[in-house]
């Protein structure tokens, strides 16, 4: 999300050094009484002149005798008096601000203190911000300026930073990842099975069950995938393929096999999210048509995602939801909101009905 950052800074008085003057002209006029000056010795201020009996300190009256003196909206004070009663106060310390201080949303601040308490920081730089600027999801700040120029790790977008995110490291197949999103990666098969069991049965609370025991699951780096995948215009978001081949005798299809492979080294909940994508995609080559249209077929398996991720609490499925609500590529994300409608309006068994039956999506969907 894109926001700016506008604040004020401004100085709180003015600080003059001034002294009286000695001047043997006929047509100076005081500007506080009005009546010429003809002593000879006034006090200049400003472009004006004043008797120096006459140039007094608006907070008590007294006449400004010291060379150093305040002034506020056209009135001249004692440093002390504009010190204690005029100056604004900081937000922060409640003392009085002299010299430079920063207007933020109404309220004044020493620069300091609204650097140090106040200002929003880049969570990348630590430095504060004020222009334009990024929001993520995590709720971190970062300066616009940064993008492009620093790693954002490939699973929560973030910045690698060592203070941010505990750094992060590269992966040999080119994939960034943050010290936040290690703390959950699955590089274990034996992990990777049970997660991946789990995912099948609560799919199969939605009728999606998969009445197929023997699917090879593979934990892979990135490149593996891209030699098994043809979508070279998404494999730097792909992160799951599935590979079935089968015989045929007759005419009538005979031995089938399903191998899964996932990226290895995922955060704990992509690896689910990822899991139920491809087994939507054994379930349809079981059960539909097998030349179903790509959009029909990879937004019904982005909803089954979609199913195992809204039952978690954890603030990251909400983060992946949001992930396949905004995608915007033409097949997997206008795949997943056609096959959301569809489902808003026919249920998930309707759903699972017409895409047995049909190669397309529905008309109005």
């Given at each position: 999300m894109k926001m700016s950052s506008k604040l004020t800074i401004a100085l709180s008085f003015v600080i003059i050094i001034s002294s009286g003057a000695v001047l043997y002209a006929q047509s100076l006029t005081c500007a506080q009484c009005g009546n010429s000056i003809t002593s000879g010795s006034y006090?200049?201020?400003?472009?004006?002149?004043?008797?120096?009996?006459?140039?007094?300190?608006?907070?008590?009256?007294?006449?400004?005798?010291?060379?150093?003196?305040?002034?506020?909206?056209?009135?001249?004070?004692?440093?002390?008096?504009?010190?204690?009663?005029?100056?604004?106060?900081?937000?922060?310390?409640?003392?009085?601000?002299?010299?430079?201080?920063?207007?933020?949303?109404?309220?004044?601040?020493?620069?300091?203190?609204?650097?140090?308490?106040?200002a929003l920081k880049c969570s990348y730089c630590g430095l504060p911000i004020n222009g334009q600027y990024s929001i993520t999801f995590w709720g971190e700040t970062y300066h616009d300026y940064h993008e492009g120029r620093a790693v954002k790790c490939d699973y929560c977008q973030r910045y690698i930073s060592d203070e941010g995110?505990?750094?992060?490291?590269?992966?040999?197949?080119?994939?960034?990842?943050?010290?936040?999103?290690?703390?959950?990666?699955?590089?274990?098969?034996?992990?990777?099975?049970?997660?991946?069991?789990?995912?099948?049965?609560?799919?199969?609370?939605?009728?999606?069950?998969?009445?197929?025991?023997?699917?090879?699951?593979?934990?892979?780096?990135?490149?593996?995938?891209?030699?098994?995948?043809?979508?070279?215009?998404?494999?730097?978001?792909?992160?799951?393929?599935?590979?079935?081949?089968?015989?045929?005798?007759?005419?009538?299809?005979?031995?089938?096999?399903?191998?899964?492979?996932?990226?290895?080294?995922?955060?704990?909940?992509?690896?689910?999210s990822t899991a139920?994508?491809?087994?939507?995609?054994?379930?349809?080559?079981?059960?539909?048509p097998y030349d179903m249209d790509k959009m029909m077929s990879e937004g019904s398996a982005n909803y089954a995602s979609y199913l195992v991720l809204k039952k978690r609490t954890l603030f990251r499925a909400k983060y992946l939801i949001d992930n396949l609500e905004k995608d915007r590529d033409i097949i997997y994300g206008d795949g997943y909101r056609r096959i959301k409608r569809l489902v808003r309006a026919k249920r998930v068994n309707g759903w699972l009905d017409i895409i047995t039956e049909k190669e397309r999506l529905p008309s109005g969907y």
């Open positions: 006090v200049s201020v400003d472009g004006k002149v004043f008797h120096p009996e006459h140039f007094r300190c608006a907070y008590c009256g007294r006449k400004i005798e010291s060379v150093q003196y305040n002034k506020h909206n056209g009135y001249y004070y004692h440093p002390e008096h504009y010190e204690q009663f005029i100056a604004p106060r900081c937000a922060v310390c409640g003392q009085a601000i002299l010299g430079q201080y920063v207007e933020y949303e109404g309220k004044k601040y020493h620069k300091d203190h609204y650097e140090e308490q106040i995110t505990a750094g992060g490291i590269k992966y040999e197949d080119g994939r960034n990842i943050c010290g936040i999103c290690l703390t959950s990666v699955i590089n274990d098969d034996n992990v990777a099975r049970h997660l991946f069991e789990e995912v099948k049965k609560e799919l199969r609370q939605y009728r999606i069950d998969i009445q197929w025991d023997e699917i090879g699951l593979y934990l892979v780096d990135r490149n593996y995938i891209a030699g098994l995948s043809n979508e070279t215009r998404v494999i730097e978001k792909q992160t799951g393929f599935t590979y079935h081949r089968f015989e045929t005798i007759r005419g009538t299809v005979r031995n089938k096999k399903f191998d899964i492979y996932i990226l290895r080294g995922m955060p704990e909940m992509e690896f689910i139920a994508h491809e087994l939507m995609h054994v379930w349809l080559y079981l059960n539909a």
